[in-house]
């Protein structure tokens, strides 16, 4: 009996010694895919708006969110929320739906972009003014300055950095280092300078041939090409403001510098060269002359191409200096 005790003993200091298993390990959560979310789900319909601005020239009276057609005074407001949120919260940014002040918002102007590229972290600082002025004023500011850069930006160009940032975002996982609003109207037709246009097309094309330039040459070369040809080919006619456009200017080989400018950028646009239109008055020893240019966006910067005057060169001008200067992209005489 006493050896059976024994035995029983010995058995539980067995059982007792003997190693517990590891408990199982909690199983780790799949992460989350950022584009099924209520916020993902507005990144990617600014993103679409993008992709109307590129092809239309135009921004959407809306946008589907969650299945809902939202209208620009609220997804203007929701995106200026929705990207600081990410910016200061780049891990979290997705976990609660977005909230944005209830503000007075319009999505109009004449004049809505500013002409040239921004750090993207300077157009932070203007949403972060807008989130201000929408709490603090009840209002998104309508005609403003990105810090650091004189030109007012409108609401309107406002809507299209917000939607090319997600665009951006949706496209490569985190916001651009620069960002601008012109590269859609600066790459397209617009009044008198149709881009589509056959003789535009042709112009372009014996252009790149006299100077032996493929699709493959450089930006640079592709403009210098373009913008000799208009000038050696093409006439300056004296006359005021635009008479024949694009298509005319080429018909007619010669135009005053309105139309010059519209054939110019007509050329360069379709060649994916962004091009915009200078107005000022410049200073000449004559006198003092409204003149229009074209530039072109070359490089990372903006160069004349004035084919005006046979003295001039791409990227130089023959005019001392000027005053009351305006940059278009789209010149409206």
Not at 12 to 23: F, I, M, S, T, Y
Not at 37 to 61: F, R
Not at 208 to 218: D, M, N, R
């Amino acid at each position: 009996m006493k050896r059976l005790f024994a035995l029983l003993c010995l058995a539980v200091l067995v059982c007792g010694c003997a190693e517990k298993p590891d408990p199982k390990p909690e199983p780790t959560p799949d992460p989350v895919d950022w584009k099924t979310t209520y916020n993902g789900q507005l990144v990617l319909a600014l993103a679409d708006a993008y992709s109307v601005w590129q092809a239309d020239n135009k921004l959407p009276a809306s946008v589907k969110w969650e299945g809902i057609n939202v209208f620009s005074s609220e997804f203007v407001r929701a995106g200026i929320c929705l990207v600081l949120s990410m910016i200061d919260h780049p891990d979290t940014w997705m976990d609660s739906d977005v909230e944005y002040p209830s503000a007075t918002f319009s999505l109009s102007s004449r004049m809505p972009f500013i002409p040239t590229e921004v750090p993207f972290s300077a157009f932070v600082q203007l949403l972060r003014d807008q989130y201000k002025s929408m709490k603090e004023k009840g209002e998104v500011m309508i005609n403003m300055q990105i810090p650091g850069y004189e030109s007012i930006l409108s609401t309107k160009g406002l809507a299209v950095m917000l939607c090319r940032a997600c665009a951006y975002f949706a496209e490569n996982g985190k916001f651009p280092e620069n960002i601008n609003t012109w590269e859609s109207s600066f790459t397209h037709s617009t009044s008198n300078c149709d881009i589509n246009a056959p003789e535009v097309k042709a112009a372009r094309d014996a252009a790149w041939a006299k100077k032996g330039v493929t699709e493959s040459s450089s930006v640079r070369e592709k403009a210098d090409a373009i913008f000799l040809y208009a000038r050696d080919e093409w006439v300056w006619e004296n006359y005021n403001n635009t008479k024949k456009g694009a298509v005319g200017t080429i018909k007619a080989k010669g135009g005053n510098c309105c139309d010059l400018s519209h054939a110019v950028l007509a050329m360069a646009r379709l060649s994916g060269i962004p091009g915009r239109y200078f107005h000022a008055q410049c200073y000449y020893s004559s006198g003092t002359i409204g003149h229009v240019i074209s530039q072109l966006f070359i490089d990372g910067e903006w160069v004349y191409a004035d084919a005006s005057n046979d003295s001039n060169k791409l990227g130089t001008v023959v005019f001392n200096g000027y005053e009351s200067m305006h940059l278009y992209e789209e010149l409206d005489f």
